[in-house]
């Protein structure tokens, strides 16, 4: 059977019509890369020892020495990819903190229950002391500010477009406020988690989805009586009599 290779989409000759031609010492082939082969996870590793160090420690415990025994990696390695502490941190905060990415399921409920577990996963988890250190750091430092207000910006933009959507469903009132809402939901979860108290944190962990649930259902509750309250209150206004409830 004729075998022929691809390369770069084009057909080369098949295998058994090549002729083989004699090797001088400008046909040698070539010797084998040395050194150790690229890790594709220390990327991975490097990401979670910053989250899990910088959570821990602050902005004055963070550098990259540290980081780099912590992901297990040579000094190197991490300086290869990263040459200052505010660029990993930066980087590590988008690719393994990021929990408000695209929510879109076509239905503000749906939506909003994604978003709430999301949080609760993200400050209950390894990372959820994080927030809490880039909120205060980014206030005593400016070249944590420099990239923490970005990022927690595109962080409440996410989160308030979508309130909006919903809006432009017509699944919430047009009067409703997204900021409104983002701080009931995530503010609540963050809440929760931070004031349960240690002989209570298994409990809480484990009615983690029902909690999302109710507090969903609490604020979507509160934002439609909401409407229903202006209608009523526009139609005594006018004199109209209101519909019966």
């Known amino acids: 059977m004729t075998v022929g290779i691809l390369t770069k989409g084009v057909m080369q000759e098949p295998i058994e019509h090549r002729t083989a031609e004699p090797r001088g010492k400008d ?34 415990g963070f550098n990259l020495d540290a980081v780099a025994r912590g992901a297990r990696v040579s000094k190197d390695a991490m300086y290869r990819r990263w040459k200052s502490r505010e660029t990993l941190l930066r980087d590590a905060l988008h690719q393994r903190w990021d929990w408000i990415t695209l929510i879109d399921q ?28 880039l909120r205060a750091d980014a206030r005593s430092f400016a070249e ?30 047009p009067a409703t406020n997204p900021g409104v809402i983002m701080d009931l939901l995530i503010g609540g979860i963050v809440n929760h988690i931070i004031s349960t108290p240690g002989s209570l944190r298994q409990a809480m962990l484990d009615n983690g989805p029902e909690f999302v649930r109710v507090m969903v259902e609490i604020i979507l509750a509160g934002a439609r009586q909401t409407l229903q309250d202006r209608t009523k209150a526009s139609q005594t206004a006018r004199g109209d009599e209101p519909p019966p409830d």
Do not use: N
């Open 106 to 133: 076509g239905d503000v409920r749906l939506d909003l229950l994604e978003l709430g577990q999301r949080t609760f996963e993200t400050f209950a988890g390894p990372y959820g002391e994080v927030a809490l250190r």
């Open 144 to 173: 944590v500010r420099e990239f923490a207000e970005p990022y927690r910006a595109l962080l409440v933009l996410r989160g308030r477009a979508i309130v909006r959507k919903a809006v432009q469903r017509g699944d919430l009132p």
């Open 27 to 60: 046909s040698a082939a070539p010797a084998p890369a040395r050194g150790r082969p690229r890790d594709p996870l220390i990327e991975a590793r490097i990401f979670e020892a910053a989250l899990t160090l910088y959570g821990r420690q602050g902005w004055l």
